[in-house]
């Protein structure tokens, strides 16, 4: 086994594969994680899919919550509003002690977004970000959600690409709060359409963006 790193070293994250795990189990292992971490402790990236669900930010306006139907609705402690999650969806969380990272959240927040415009132009899809509205776009459709929370000075939550998923739940919401936002994914657009296979791939660029001024 490695040795952990000093409080003030900087490892790579543990990157971990979970398969489809249901949302509010992850997310309370994601605060148990980061409630106990210590200075030594090594951050970890989990990617994963959800069952079908809807979330909301903790400030996020319920008016944008159109029409749910047996889609779970769970209020969570995220910024941001509404969004979808599903089968056919990467979910990538990265639990990063931000302060050893010499990292602030806009820094994760653009690490995550170049990780996905990167690892989406290895299709030759051309992904880009827009001000004032976190996520990746390509020609004006959402192909990549984030919301993140810092606590202890370390980040959970995080990003939602669209792999190869049903996208009509999308139409139940506003999706992030914008009223008829159109969403789009990567099956779509030419690239894969295997979840796992999407996470292989695009686990390394994420990696790259947050080590990149380490």
């Given at each position: ?34 409630d106990e971490r210590g200075p030594r402790t090594l951050d970890e990236i989990w990617l994963l ?32 509003q509404v969004t979808y999650h599903g089968p056919g969806q990467l979910v990538v969380y990265p ?114 963006q947050l080590t990149a001024d380490s």
């Amino acid at each position: 086994m490695l040795p952990l790193p000093a409080a003030d070293e900087a490892a790579a994250p543990l990157v971990k594969w979970l398969g489809r795990v249901d949302y509010e189990p992850t997310w309370r292992a994601m605060q148990r994680f980061t409630d106990e971490r210590g200075p030594r402790t090594l951050d970890e990236i989990w990617l994963l899919e959800h069952p079908p669900v809807f979330t909301l930010g903790m400030n996020a306006d319920r008016a944008h919550l159109l029409a749910p139907g047996d889609i779970p609705v769970v209020q969570i402690d995220r910024g941001g509003q509404v969004t979808y999650h599903g089968p056919g969806q990467l979910v990538v969380y990265p639990l990063i002690d931000l302060r050893r990272a010499g990292l602030g959240v806009r820094d994760l927040v653009t690490a995550l977004e170049q990780s996905v415009i990167a690892y989406a132009g290895t299709f030759g899809i051309r992904a880009e970000t827009k001000p004032r509205a976190p996520g990746v776009y390509v020609q004006g459709a959402k192909l990549a959600s984030i919301g993140i929370r810092v606590r202890r000075g370390a980040s959970y939550h995080g990003l939602a690409l669209n792999v190869n998923l049903d996208l009509a739940p999308f139409r139940r919401i506003n999706p992030c709060g914008y009223q008829g936002l159109e969403m789009t994914q990567l099956a779509a657009l030419g690239g894969p359409a295997g979840v796992r296979e999407v996470a292989d791939g695009y686990a390394p660029r994420l990696l790259a963006q947050l080590t990149a001024d380490s």
